[in-house]
């Protein structure tokens, strides 16, 4: 089920003059301080299904009046930003939506065990010591296993939502989020570690493709299925060197807090897409 709710009737009419042509409107439920909000969502449809374009947003108190405290509106903005960054099932960025079964998961082990067999047959033609490349990908594993239990953790929180009608609050906020970052920081560990070892990536696509064009390979599948496997390992450790190049430097802290800085931004961001109230900072 949606952590996005159908708007009641009663409510659409009271925010009609906030809807533009061509919009849809949801709600989510959120609760601070022991009091009932709705963060109701203008919506434009976009290319896919199922995808939207946010266009602003609008708070409403239990009693369906507009939120116009400037405090209490980054406060409901900050809990809806984690909400939907951390449950929301409909987006495939949410960490929620990062989850792998555990067939998912015994295919990814298989795979870099494979990978590592292939380092061992390929060790007589390096000119490294291929133990440290070896202990990284067994380290990568370790942290891929460790994300996804601690991903059950967010699911069971979620369960938890599901009996509170899918209400958000402070209490599964600090919960969750503590979750988030303890992924985000094995997340770092893991990137780190493969850009550790990124100066052996060449030579390790050399000797593979070589090998996996022999004669004396040819006929032997498994082997060449372990070559294989190293070649795709190789090739996803060089993708995540791309992608997440602009933080290699950085210590666990700091890629925390530039984390937290970027999400910051983003809750500012919506905010200035709130409809109903003019903020100081607009």
Request: charged fraction near 35%; glycine fraction near 4%.
């Given at each position: 089920?949606?952590?996005?709710?159908?708007?009641?009737?009663?409510?659409?009419?009271?925010?009609?003059?906030?809807?533009?042509?061509?919009?849809?409107?949801?709600?989510?439920?959120?609760?601070?301080?022991?009091?009932?909000?709705?963060?109701?969502?203008?919506?434009?449809?976009?290319?896919?299904?199922?995808?939207?374009?946010?266009?602003?947003?609008?708070?409403?108190?239990?009693?369906?009046?507009?939120?116009?405290?400037?405090?209490?509106?980054?406060?409901?903005?900050?809990?809806?930003?984690?909400?939907?960054?951390?449950?929301?099932?409909?987006?495939?960025?949410?960490?929620?939506?990062?989850?792998?079964?555990?067939?998912?998961?015994?295919?990814?082990?298989?795979?870099?065990?494979?990978?590592?067999?292939?380092?061992?047959?390929?060790?007589?033609?390096?000119?490294?010591?291929?133990?440290?490349v070896k202990s990284i990908i067994e380290k990568v594993i370790?942290?891929?296993?460790?994300?996804?239990?601690?991903?059950?953790?967010?699911?069971?929180?979620?369960?938890?939502?599901?009996?509170?009608?899918?209400?958000?609050?402070?209490?599964?906020?600090?919960?969750?989020?503590?979750?988030?970052?303890?992924?985000?920081?094995?997340?770092?560990?893991?990137?780190?570690?493969?850009?550790?070892?990124?100066?052996?990536?060449?030579?390790?696509?050399?000797?593979?493709?070589?090998?996996?064009?022999?004669?004396?390979?040819?006929?032997?599948?498994?082997?060449?299925?372990?070559?294989?496997?190293?070649?795709?390992?190789?090739?996803y450790f060089e993708k995540v060197i791309n992608t997440y190049?602009?933080?290699?430097?950085?210590?666990?802290?700091?890629?925390?807090?530039?984390?937290?800085?970027?999400?910051?931004?983003?809750?500012?961001?919506?905010?200035?897409?709130?409809?109903?109230?003019?903020?100081?900072?607009?």
């Amino acid at each position: 089920m949606s952590i996005y709710m159908d708007v009641p009737k009663e409510i659409e009419e009271k925010i009609a003059p906030y809807i533009y042509k061509g919009e849809n409107i949801k709600l989510i439920n959120i609760k601070y301080k022991d009091n009932l909000y709705r963060e109701i969502q203008f919506r434009k449809k976009a290319f896919g299904k199922g995808k939207y374009i946010l266009k602003g947003v609008l708070y409403l108190s239990e009693e369906n009046g507009i939120v116009k405290n400037q405090f209490l509106l980054q406060e409901l903005g900050k809990l809806s930003f984690h909400y939907k960054n951390i449950f929301d099932r409909d987006n495939g960025l949410s960490l929620i939506s990062t989850y792998e079964d555990q067939g998912a998961i015994k295919r990814h082990e298989d795979d870099f065990h494979r990978a590592i067999k292939a380092i061992g047959f390929l060790k007589d033609e390096l000119t490294f010591d291929i133990e440290n490349v070896k202990s990284i990908i067994e380290k990568v594993i370790r942290l891929r296993e460790e994300r996804n239990k601690s991903l059950e953790d967010i699911i069971k929180l979620e369960n938890i939502l599901k009996s509170q009608d899918y209400v958000f609050n402070q209490e599964i906020f600090l919960k969750s989020h503590s979750i988030f970052e303890e992924v985000l920081r094995g997340n770092f560990q893991s990137i780190k570690s493969i850009y550790s070892i990124r100066e052996y990536y060449d030579e390790l696509k050399k000797q593979c493709s070589k090998n996996k064009r022999s004669f004396s390979i040819k006929f032997n599948l498994k082997l060449k299925e372990d070559l294989i496997k190293l070649d795709y390992v190789l090739r996803y450790f060089e993708k995540v060197i791309n992608t997440y190049s602009g933080i290699v430097d950085f210590n666990e802290n700091n890629y925390i807090k530039f984390i937290r800085s970027r999400h910051n931004e983003v809750i500012k961001e919506n905010l200035n897409g709130i409809r109903g109230v003019e903020l100081n900072n607009k």
